[in-house]
């Protein structure tokens, strides 16, 4: 498999990526304006991005943390482990590693992209 199937196989997965990563900057943005709201400050005070980059770290280790665990519930071993605990019927491939893996390259992408996002706001700020 050459370089150029992988960057096909990657455009779509990046694509998504940066629209959710726009939803949860939209969100943070709408959070931290109510919040600095709800907390007394005047709107001459106002300044979000503070908690914007609070924010934005918070969400980057939670998407990183999906991301481990999306790819560690689909290897071998968990499988056996939820074989053995859950008496689940479901056997372990290749395929289901795979899928597993593509998962969670999506929330290490998000991941990525968050936590860029903090560090350039940190710094601007």
Do not use: Q
Not at 18 to 43: E, F, W
Not at 74 to 80: L, R
């Amino acid at each position: 498999m050459g370089l150029k199937e992988n960057l096909i196989k990657i455009r779509p997965l990046l694509l998504f990526s940066l629209k959710v990563n726009g939803v949860i900057l939209a969100i943070d943005l709408l959070i931290s304006i109510l919040l600095l709201l709800l907390l007394g400050k005047g709107v001459e005070d106002l300044n979000p991005v503070n908690l914007i980059d609070s924010l934005l770290f918070l969400e980057t280790g939670l998407m990183l943390l999906a991301g481990g665990a999306t790819e560690m519930t689909s290897t071998a071993s968990f499988s056996k482990i939820r074989e053995s605990f859950l008496r689940s019927k479901e056997n372990w491939t290749i395929d289901t590693y795979k899928k597993g893996r593509r998962k969670a390259l999506l929330y290490i992408f998000i991941g990525l992209l968050l936590f860029a996002e903090s560090i350039v706001l940190t710094l601007v700020t």
